[in-house]
């Protein structure tokens, strides 16, 4: 069952979104060539030890940490290790924030030093097609609408989306139903209602979409290709959708 949440119930999520979204601000201004990825999960536990905030990810399923930290072909929940970014790398960072018994979920990926044109693309047209999604969103559309919208850009743009892995709803749990996926039929799946809060996040990949385990928790690419990935929490309002993880 999709859980409605009350506007006030709306209003703590946007008050945990924020400070996700500061911290991710924050985050990003860390990136740079050398950086081991487990210098950036101390800076992201320093900085939501700070905000009275807790860590979503941080024990789930036995994740052992705050963020996700995926490079290149690595698609989601990768783990902070000793790994050092290099110039001409991308990044992606995920991480979730449970604040006020309410959790959001955010992720943005993040050009190490200068890139790549085609690369700078992959990441603009997965940056812009999260937009149009949340765009799209309001009562009565159904979230296979959604999903055919992501697939329909991101392949118009000759990119493709992960299949196998997906938005999802969130609220007083991190992943709460329903599913969010970056593909689909217009007209079919749940029908979007006032009051619903979910998380958008288009995986896309410069190759196929088919996807490789990297350990317990990580994912990749099967063909190595790059692969990017952006995620907002929204709510559905009367007249359409709310970012609750809005960069500052």
Do not use: W
Not at 63 to 85: Q, W
Not at 121 to 147: E, S
């Amino acid at each position: 069952m999709i859980s409605i949440k009350s506007p006030k119930e709306i209003e703590i999520i946007a008050q945990g979104g924020k400070i996700l979204a500061q911290i991710m601000k924050e985050l990003e201004k860390n990136v740079r060539p050398g950086i081991a990825t487990k210098e950036l999960e101390e800076i992201a536990r320093e900085l939501i030890l700070k905000s009275g905030g807790k860590c979503s990810f941080l024990g789930y399923k036995g994740f052992p940490a705050c963020l996700c930290v995926s490079v290149n072909e690595e698609i989601v929940h990768g783990v902070p290790s000793s790994k050092r970014l290099k110039a001409g790398d991308i990044v992606s960072l995920d991480m979730g924030l449970f604040f006020k018994g309410f959790h959001t979920d955010m992720a943005i990926t993040v050009p190490v030093g200068e890139i790549e044109p085609e690369t700078r693309r992959l990441l603009r047209v997965t940056k812009k097609v999260l937009k149009l999604a949340i765009k799209k969103v309001r009562p009565g559309i159904r979230f296979g609408d959604i999903g055919n919208l992501i697939q329909r850009y991101v392949e118009s743009q000759g990119f493709n989306v992960i299949r196998d892995l997906c938005g999802h709803g969130i609220g007083r749990k991190l992943h709460e139903e329903p599913l969010v996926l970056n593909f689909g039929k217009r007209g079919t799946g749940p029908e979007i209602k006032e009051g619903m809060t979910f998380c958008i996040e288009p995986m896309v990949t410069m190759g196929n979409f088919r996807i490789k385990k990297i350990d317990k928790f990580g994912f990749k690419t099967a063909d190595n290709s790059l692969s990017c990935h952006f995620e907002h929490t929204i709510a559905v309002t009367e007249n359409g959708s709310k970012i609750l993880t809005k960069f500052p």
